[in-house]
Protein backbone atom coordinates (compact mmCIF):
# COMPACT_ATOMS: atom_id res chain seq x y z
CA UNK A 1 0.00 0.00 0.00
CA UNK A 2 3.00 2.14 0.70
CA UNK A 3 4.73 1.74 -2.34
CA UNK A 4 1.37 2.00 -4.07
CA UNK A 5 1.00 5.49 -2.55
CA UNK A 6 4.60 6.71 -3.13
CA UNK A 7 3.89 5.74 -6.82
CA UNK A 8 1.00 7.80 -7.17
CA UNK A 9 2.18 11.06 -5.26
CA UNK A 10 5.01 10.72 -7.61
CA UNK A 11 2.89 10.54 -10.85
CA UNK A 12 0.47 13.52 -9.55
CA UNK A 13 3.83 15.64 -8.81
CA UNK A 14 4.84 15.28 -12.19
CA UNK A 15 1.44 16.38 -13.75
CA UNK A 16 1.44 18.97 -11.59
CA UNK A 17 4.53 20.08 -12.46
CA UNK A 18 3.74 19.94 -16.28
CA UNK A 19 0.62 22.20 -15.66
CA UNK A 20 2.85 24.72 -14.24
CA UNK A 21 4.97 24.84 -16.72
CA UNK A 22 1.79 25.46 -19.52
CA UNK A 23 0.42 28.09 -17.16
CA UNK A 24 3.91 30.21 -17.36
CA UNK A 25 3.36 29.15 -21.47
CA UNK A 26 -0.25 30.65 -21.50
CA UNK A 27 1.25 33.63 -19.62
CA UNK A 28 3.81 34.63 -22.05
CA UNK A 29 1.41 33.69 -25.13
CA UNK A 30 -0.77 36.55 -23.19
CA UNK A 31 2.10 39.31 -23.26
CA UNK A 32 2.73 38.58 -26.75
CA UNK A 33 5.77 36.97 -25.93
CA UNK A 34 7.88 33.78 -27.85
CA UNK A 35 8.01 31.17 -25.46
CA UNK A 36 10.92 29.75 -27.95
CA UNK A 37 13.18 32.49 -28.26
CA UNK A 38 16.07 32.44 -25.70
CA UNK A 39 17.44 36.08 -24.69
CA UNK A 40 20.55 36.81 -22.82
CA UNK A 41 18.86 36.79 -19.64
CA UNK A 42 17.81 32.93 -20.43
CA UNK A 43 21.44 32.43 -21.41
CA UNK A 44 22.70 33.57 -17.86
CA UNK A 45 20.25 31.37 -16.16
CA UNK A 46 21.05 28.17 -17.91
CA UNK A 47 25.17 29.55 -17.19
CA UNK A 48 24.54 29.67 -13.83
CA UNK A 49 22.46 26.28 -13.37
CA UNK A 50 25.00 24.39 -15.01
CA UNK A 51 27.54 26.00 -12.64
CA UNK A 52 25.65 24.94 -9.59
CA UNK A 53 24.55 21.38 -10.99
CA UNK A 54 27.74 20.48 -12.57
CA UNK A 55 29.97 21.34 -8.96
CA UNK A 56 26.91 19.62 -7.47
CA UNK A 57 27.78 16.48 -9.82
CA UNK A 58 31.39 16.29 -9.33
CA UNK A 59 30.98 16.46 -5.41
CA UNK A 60 28.56 13.86 -5.38
CA UNK A 61 30.68 11.77 -7.07
CA UNK A 62 33.36 11.69 -4.94
CA UNK A 63 31.24 11.69 -1.81
CA UNK A 64 29.56 9.00 -2.65
CA UNK A 65 32.75 7.08 -3.33
CA UNK A 66 33.93 8.09 -0.22
CA UNK A 67 30.86 6.93 1.97
CA UNK A 68 30.43 3.66 -0.41
CA UNK A 69 33.80 2.25 0.16
CA UNK A 70 33.04 0.44 2.87
CA UNK A 71 30.79 -1.85 0.49
CA UNK A 72 33.85 -2.52 -1.31
CA UNK A 73 35.50 -6.15 -0.75
CA UNK A 74 37.51 -6.24 2.50
CA UNK A 75 40.94 -6.05 2.05
CA UNK A 76 42.90 -8.72 -0.03
CA UNK A 77 43.56 -12.29 1.48
CA UNK A 78 46.11 -13.46 -0.89
CA UNK A 79 49.83 -12.30 -2.10
CA UNK A 80 49.07 -11.37 -5.40
CA UNK A 81 45.51 -9.74 -3.82
CA UNK A 82 47.55 -6.83 -2.76
CA UNK A 83 49.61 -6.04 -5.80
CA UNK A 84 46.18 -6.40 -7.51
CA UNK A 85 44.40 -3.67 -5.34
CA UNK A 86 47.54 -1.34 -5.45
CA UNK A 87 46.81 -1.39 -9.29
CA UNK A 88 43.49 -1.15 -9.32
CA UNK A 89 43.81 1.91 -6.94
CA UNK A 90 46.26 3.22 -9.33
CA UNK A 91 44.24 2.95 -11.82
CA UNK A 92 41.37 4.44 -10.16
CA UNK A 93 43.80 7.78 -9.57
CA UNK A 94 44.15 8.17 -12.93
CA UNK A 95 40.35 7.64 -13.79
CA UNK A 96 39.41 9.89 -10.99
CA UNK A 97 42.22 12.59 -11.69
CA UNK A 98 40.81 13.01 -15.19
CA UNK A 99 37.43 12.60 -14.61
CA UNK A 100 37.99 15.73 -12.04
CA UNK A 101 39.92 18.54 -14.59
CA UNK A 102 37.89 17.52 -17.69
CA UNK A 103 34.46 18.33 -15.48
CA UNK A 104 36.13 21.13 -14.07
CA UNK A 105 37.23 22.64 -17.20
CA UNK A 106 33.86 21.69 -18.59
CA UNK A 107 31.70 23.04 -16.22
CA UNK A 108 33.95 26.67 -16.13
CA UNK A 109 33.89 27.26 -19.87
CA UNK A 110 30.16 26.28 -20.68
CA UNK A 111 28.93 28.68 -17.80
CA UNK A 112 31.55 31.16 -18.43
CA UNK A 113 31.30 31.60 -22.30
CA UNK A 114 27.97 31.11 -23.07
CA UNK A 115 26.40 33.19 -25.91
CA UNK A 116 26.35 36.59 -25.62
CA UNK A 117 25.50 38.91 -28.66
CA UNK A 118 28.86 40.86 -28.18
CA UNK A 119 30.97 37.78 -28.35
CA UNK A 120 33.46 36.78 -31.06
CA UNK A 121 34.47 33.48 -31.11
CA UNK A 122 38.47 33.04 -32.22
CA UNK A 123 38.51 30.44 -34.64
CA UNK A 124 41.64 28.25 -36.16
CA UNK A 125 41.95 25.36 -38.44
CA UNK A 126 45.04 23.95 -36.74
CA UNK A 127 47.54 23.92 -34.03
CA UNK A 128 50.43 21.62 -33.52
CA UNK A 129 50.97 22.68 -29.49
CA UNK A 130 47.57 21.23 -29.40
CA UNK A 131 47.67 17.84 -31.21
CA UNK A 132 50.50 17.36 -29.25
CA UNK A 133 49.01 18.22 -25.60
CA UNK A 134 45.63 15.75 -26.32
CA UNK A 135 47.59 13.11 -27.88
CA UNK A 136 51.02 12.23 -25.98
CA UNK A 137 48.92 13.28 -22.57
CA UNK A 138 46.50 10.44 -22.77
CA UNK A 139 49.37 8.57 -24.77
CA UNK A 140 52.11 8.73 -21.80
CA UNK A 141 49.16 7.89 -19.47
CA UNK A 142 47.58 4.66 -20.96
CA UNK A 143 51.09 3.24 -21.56
CA UNK A 144 52.09 3.44 -18.11
CA UNK A 145 48.80 1.54 -16.99
CA UNK A 146 49.74 -0.79 -19.84
CA UNK A 147 53.25 -1.50 -18.88
CA UNK A 148 52.20 -1.54 -15.12
CA UNK A 149 49.50 -3.77 -15.39
CA UNK A 150 51.41 -6.39 -17.15
CA UNK A 151 54.41 -6.74 -15.79
CA UNK A 152 52.11 -7.02 -11.99
CA UNK A 153 50.04 -9.67 -13.97
CA UNK A 154 53.00 -11.55 -15.42
CA UNK A 155 54.40 -11.42 -11.47
CA UNK A 156 51.10 -13.20 -10.51
CA UNK A 157 50.91 -15.81 -13.46
CA UNK A 158 55.24 -16.60 -13.03
CA UNK A 159 55.91 -20.12 -12.20
CA UNK A 160 56.09 -21.43 -9.49
CA UNK A 161 57.94 -23.26 -6.90
CA UNK A 162 57.67 -27.36 -6.76
CA UNK A 163 56.66 -27.84 -3.50
CA UNK A 164 53.13 -26.25 -4.19
CA UNK A 165 49.55 -27.70 -3.39
CA UNK A 166 47.80 -28.97 -6.23
CA UNK A 167 43.72 -29.06 -5.86
CA UNK A 168 41.27 -29.91 -9.22
CA UNK A 169 38.00 -27.36 -8.83
CA UNK A 170 35.51 -29.37 -10.83
CA UNK A 171 32.67 -27.59 -12.21
CA UNK A 172 28.87 -28.53 -13.50
CA UNK A 173 25.94 -27.27 -12.59
CA UNK A 174 24.78 -26.50 -9.97
CA UNK A 175 27.94 -27.51 -7.60
CA UNK A 176 32.08 -27.34 -6.96
CA UNK A 177 33.57 -30.62 -6.11
CA UNK A 178 37.18 -30.26 -5.00
CA UNK A 179 40.00 -32.90 -5.83
CA UNK A 180 43.15 -32.72 -3.45
CA UNK A 181 46.40 -34.45 -4.60
CA UNK A 182 47.43 -36.89 -2.13
CA UNK A 183 50.99 -37.61 -0.66
CA UNK A 184 52.45 -37.45 -4.14
CA UNK A 185 51.27 -34.17 -5.07
CA UNK A 186 49.91 -35.51 -8.21
CA UNK A 187 46.38 -35.63 -9.48
CA UNK A 188 45.18 -38.63 -11.11
CA UNK A 189 44.26 -39.12 -14.74
CA UNK A 190 40.71 -37.77 -15.48
CA UNK A 191 38.57 -37.73 -19.08
CA UNK A 192 35.21 -36.26 -19.65
CA UNK A 193 34.70 -39.79 -21.55
CA UNK A 194 34.61 -41.63 -18.26
CA UNK A 195 31.95 -39.62 -16.71
CA UNK A 196 28.61 -41.69 -15.64
CA UNK A 197 26.38 -41.63 -12.80
CA UNK A 198 29.17 -43.22 -10.12
CA UNK A 199 32.22 -41.53 -11.32
CA UNK A 200 30.87 -38.13 -11.98
CA UNK A 201 34.99 -36.19 -12.20
CA UNK A 202 35.43 -39.25 -14.86
CA UNK A 203 38.46 -40.09 -12.87
CA UNK A 204 40.63 -42.91 -13.78
CA UNK A 205 40.59 -45.49 -10.80
CA UNK A 206 43.33 -47.43 -12.71
CA UNK A 207 45.80 -44.70 -12.21
CA UNK A 208 47.96 -45.28 -9.48
CA UNK A 209 48.08 -41.70 -9.07
CA UNK A 210 44.41 -41.36 -8.46
CA UNK A 211 44.54 -43.88 -5.55
CA UNK A 212 45.55 -41.74 -2.71
CA UNK A 213 43.41 -38.28 -4.29
CA UNK A 214 40.76 -36.83 -1.97
CA UNK A 215 37.80 -35.76 -3.03
CA UNK A 216 35.75 -33.15 -0.95
CA UNK A 217 32.45 -31.24 -1.42
CA UNK A 218 30.33 -27.93 0.13
CA UNK A 219 33.43 -26.76 1.73
CA UNK A 220 37.28 -26.98 1.12
CA UNK A 221 40.22 -25.87 3.42
CA UNK A 222 43.52 -24.09 2.73
CA UNK A 223 46.51 -24.08 4.44
CA UNK A 224 47.86 -20.52 5.35
CA UNK A 225 50.97 -19.22 3.99
CA UNK A 226 51.41 -21.62 1.49
CA UNK A 227 51.10 -21.86 -2.60
CA UNK A 228 48.28 -23.27 -3.68
CA UNK A 229 47.82 -24.36 -7.87
CA UNK A 230 44.36 -24.99 -8.83
CA UNK A 231 43.16 -26.95 -12.20
CA UNK A 232 39.94 -26.06 -13.22
CA UNK A 233 37.84 -28.27 -15.25
CA UNK A 234 33.63 -28.36 -16.09
CA UNK A 235 31.46 -31.02 -17.25
CA UNK A 236 28.61 -29.09 -18.96
CA UNK A 237 29.00 -25.51 -19.64
CA UNK A 238 31.57 -22.81 -19.33
CA UNK A 239 31.56 -21.73 -15.77
CA UNK A 240 33.61 -18.95 -13.67
CA UNK A 241 35.42 -19.75 -10.53
CA UNK A 242 35.34 -17.07 -8.74
CA UNK A 243 37.26 -16.55 -5.07
CA UNK A 244 36.47 -12.44 -4.66
CA UNK A 245 38.57 -11.92 -1.19
CA UNK A 246 41.95 -13.65 -2.99
CA UNK A 247 41.60 -11.88 -6.32
CA UNK A 248 41.32 -15.36 -8.08
CA UNK A 249 39.24 -15.72 -11.44
CA UNK A 250 39.78 -18.63 -13.88
CA UNK A 251 37.12 -19.77 -16.76
CA UNK A 252 36.12 -23.36 -16.26
CA UNK A 253 35.66 -24.96 -19.55
CA UNK A 254 34.73 -28.00 -20.74
CA UNK A 255 37.68 -30.09 -22.36
CA UNK A 256 40.27 -27.79 -21.47
CA UNK A 257 41.87 -27.84 -18.16
CA UNK A 258 43.02 -24.02 -16.98
CA UNK A 259 45.08 -23.41 -13.89
CA UNK A 260 45.65 -20.25 -11.56
CA UNK A 261 47.82 -20.11 -8.25
CA UNK A 262 47.99 -17.80 -5.13
CA UNK A 263 49.04 -17.82 -1.59
CA UNK A 264 46.42 -17.09 1.37
CA UNK A 265 48.04 -14.51 3.67
CA UNK A 266 44.95 -14.29 6.18
CA UNK A 267 43.36 -16.93 8.16
CA UNK A 268 39.49 -17.33 8.44
CA UNK A 269 39.68 -16.18 11.87
CA UNK A 270 41.64 -13.31 11.06
CA UNK A 271 39.33 -12.33 8.46
CA UNK A 272 36.15 -12.25 10.37
CA UNK A 273 37.95 -10.19 13.51
CA UNK A 274 38.77 -7.46 10.44
CA UNK A 275 35.28 -7.83 9.50
CA UNK A 276 33.71 -7.82 12.32
CA UNK A 277 31.67 -10.33 11.59
CA UNK A 278 32.13 -13.62 13.40
CA UNK A 279 30.30 -15.71 10.37
CA UNK A 280 32.23 -14.52 7.99
CA UNK A 281 33.31 -17.39 5.40
CA UNK A 282 35.46 -17.09 2.13
CA UNK A 283 33.80 -18.34 -0.57
CA UNK A 284 33.96 -20.11 -4.13
CA UNK A 285 31.13 -18.23 -6.61
CA UNK A 286 30.21 -19.42 -10.39
CA UNK A 287 30.71 -16.24 -12.14
CA UNK A 288 28.91 -17.07 -15.75
CA UNK A 289 25.17 -17.27 -15.81
CA UNK A 290 25.73 -21.37 -16.02
CA UNK A 291 21.45 -21.90 -15.95
CA UNK A 292 18.64 -21.80 -13.80
CA UNK A 293 20.41 -22.23 -10.39
CA UNK A 294 23.74 -20.14 -10.91
CA UNK A 295 23.01 -18.48 -7.92
CA UNK A 296 23.02 -21.45 -5.95
CA UNK A 297 26.42 -22.12 -7.41
CA UNK A 298 29.42 -21.42 -4.37
CA UNK A 299 31.51 -23.46 -1.81
CA UNK A 300 32.75 -22.37 1.43
CA UNK A 301 36.75 -21.92 1.70
CA UNK A 302 38.31 -22.43 5.31
CA UNK A 303 42.09 -20.68 5.67
CA UNK A 304 44.05 -22.20 8.86
CA UNK A 305 47.42 -23.09 10.08
CA UNK A 306 48.95 -26.21 8.38
CA UNK A 307 48.13 -28.24 11.01
CA UNK A 308 44.43 -27.74 11.74
CA UNK A 309 44.68 -27.92 7.52
CA UNK A 310 46.55 -31.52 8.07
CA UNK A 311 44.44 -33.00 10.69
CA UNK A 312 40.95 -32.10 8.77
CA UNK A 313 42.55 -33.62 5.75
CA UNK A 314 43.73 -36.59 7.44
CA UNK A 315 40.06 -36.85 8.69
CA UNK A 316 38.79 -37.54 4.99
CA UNK A 317 38.71 -40.58 3.22
CA UNK A 318 41.35 -41.10 -0.12
CA UNK A 319 39.38 -42.26 -3.38
CA UNK A 320 41.16 -45.92 -3.05
CA UNK A 321 39.51 -45.96 0.64
CA UNK A 322 35.82 -44.86 -0.57
CA UNK A 323 35.90 -47.75 -3.52
CA UNK A 324 37.24 -50.14 -0.85
CA UNK A 325 34.59 -49.18 1.30
CA UNK A 326 31.61 -49.62 -1.21
CA UNK A 327 32.82 -52.51 -3.05
CA UNK A 328 30.49 -55.39 -1.90
CA UNK A 329 31.58 -57.77 0.96
CA UNK A 330 32.73 -61.10 0.35
CA UNK A 331 30.11 -64.21 0.68
CA UNK A 332 30.27 -66.35 3.56
CA UNK A 333 31.56 -69.67 2.98
CA UNK A 334 30.09 -72.60 5.14
CA UNK A 335 31.81 -76.04 5.28
CA UNK A 336 30.61 -79.26 5.70
CA UNK A 337 33.08 -79.49 9.18
CA UNK A 338 30.90 -76.53 10.83
CA UNK A 339 27.44 -78.46 9.30
CA UNK A 340 28.36 -81.07 11.58
CA UNK A 341 29.19 -79.49 15.19
CA UNK A 342 25.63 -80.08 16.93
CA UNK A 343 26.88 -77.67 19.44
CA UNK A 344 27.15 -74.79 16.50
CA UNK A 345 23.85 -75.11 14.73
CA UNK A 346 22.70 -71.93 15.74
CA UNK A 347 25.85 -69.82 14.20
CA UNK A 348 25.29 -72.58 11.60
CA UNK A 349 22.14 -71.26 10.22
CA UNK A 350 22.89 -67.78 11.40
CA UNK A 351 25.51 -68.26 9.11
CA UNK A 352 23.58 -69.67 5.84
CA UNK A 353 20.90 -67.24 6.18
CA UNK A 354 23.64 -64.15 6.02
CA UNK A 355 25.49 -65.91 3.04
CA UNK A 356 22.05 -66.89 1.22
CA UNK A 357 21.62 -62.53 1.56
CA UNK A 358 24.84 -62.41 -0.89
Not at 181 to 199: E, P, T, Y
Not at 246 to 258: K, L, S
Request: hydrophobic share 45%.
Amino acid sequence: MISFLTFLVIVLGLITFGRIIRIFELSAQLRGTDVNAVNASDNKTHSLLLLIMGSAFVFMVFYMTYIMKDKLLPSAASEHGVAIDTLFKFNWAILGTAFLITHVLLIFFASKYYFKKEHKPVFFAHSTKLELIWTLIPAAVLSTIIVYGISKWNQIVAPVEDNVMVIELYAKQFDWTARYAGDDNQLGKASFRAVDGNNTLGIDYTDPQSADDILVRNEFHLPVGKEVIFKFHSRDVIHSAYMPHFRAQMNCVPGMTTQFHFKPIKTTEEMRVETANDKFDYILLCNKICGASHFNMQMNIIVEDETSFRQWLGSKKTIAEDLKAAAPAPPVEVTTDSLSAPADSAKVHAVTADASKH
